[in-house]
């Protein structure tokens, strides 16, 4: 089945004074140089809003880069001013590094980039990212467009992400197309839930749409989920791979499909994690979840 951990990363992944052309490394205000940096080229300032013609974000020490054509930052309410959306462009670079690299680096551990939702409350701020590509050795992700809204930002985050175009040299399942619409409550607490509002994705003649919550703690003994997917046209999906994908993942796809219910041309399963254990249709799987 279609990793939905994958598809939230993806989700994930697509989203989150003036400076000389020639750009300069800086960091976020509570996360240190040692775990994030980034940088822009061609930056220029405007009323509530910045451009520029290509950004520059990696971990430090994990060889984990972004790169991103012309980006574009804009509140329409006219409340966030330019040097926070700035930190907001680079919360959303710094979540997007996070996610490719499946969680945060050592360094990283125990860093709070939650300042900038504090700074765009009054606010809804959008971003507009192109040619964007997620690199480390041997694996490389690609999305042509890429937007993110944080539709609402008091008293939780809610956030809208769309991607266009995304390519995986690595993971064959990854959709061609994806939308989310994910809402953050606890972001001032000690533990956070992520409310999956809706999610749809595309691959080829498939579509994937995900709905659920996720309480996110320190490990996955800690954290819960409770989420509902649905595929429909998976025999069209497991054909498509079959020629591409290694053959565990077609394997996978192919027993998925027979625990899944069906509907028509659509098979789904609930899938939840509760004490490190994971079900699906109720039925615990032997795996170990780290």
Not at 176 to 199: R, Y
Not at 270 to 288: E, H, K, S, Y
């Amino acid at each position: 089945m279609m990793s939905f951990r994958t598809l939230l990363l993806t989700a994930i992944a697509t989203a989150l004074p003036a400076f000389a052309s020639s750009a300069f490394a800086d960091t976020l205000p509570n996360i240190p140089a040692s775990c994030f940096t980034y940088s822009l080229n061609g930056h220029q300032a405007a009323s509530h809003g910045f451009s520029a013609s290509g950004m520059h974000a990696t971990l430090t020490g994990t060889g984990i880069g972004l790169d991103i054509g012309p980006i574009s930052l804009k509140d329409p309410k006219g409340a966030v001013e330019e040097s926070r959306l700035e930190q907001f462009n680079a919360t959303a670079a710094y979540a997007a590094l996070s996610a490719f690299r499946g969680g945060l680096s050592p360094a990283c551990q125990g860093q709070d980039a939650t300042i900038t939702v504090r700074n765009i409350h009054e606010g809804t701020p959008e971003a507009s990212w192109s040619s964007v590509k997620l690199s480390r050795p041997g694996h490389t992700m690609t999305i042509q467009h890429a937007t993110i809204n944080a539709v609402e930002t008091n008293p939780d985050l809610r956030m809208k992400v769309n991607g266009t175009g995304i390519h995986d040299s690595k993971q064959p399942l990854i959709p061609s197309a994806l939308s989310a619409d994910l809402s953050v409550h606890g972001l001032s607490g000690a533990s956070q839930q992520i409310t999956i509002n809706a999610l749809h994705a595309i691959s080829g003649s498939s579509t994937v749409d995900g709905a659920g919550t996720i309480q996110i703690g320190s490990s996955a003994a800690t954290s819960t989920a409770d989420t509902h997917v649905s595929i429909t046209n998976i025999a069209d999906l497991i054909e498509k791979i079959r020629q591409t994908a290694p053959t565990k993942v077609v394997t996978a796809l192919t027993i998925a499909r027979l625990m899944g219910k069906q509907n028509g041309d659509t098979t789904s399963w609930d899938i939840a994690l509760q004490g490190g254990v994971v079900t699906v249709n109720r039925i615990p799987l032997p795996i170990a979840v780290p």
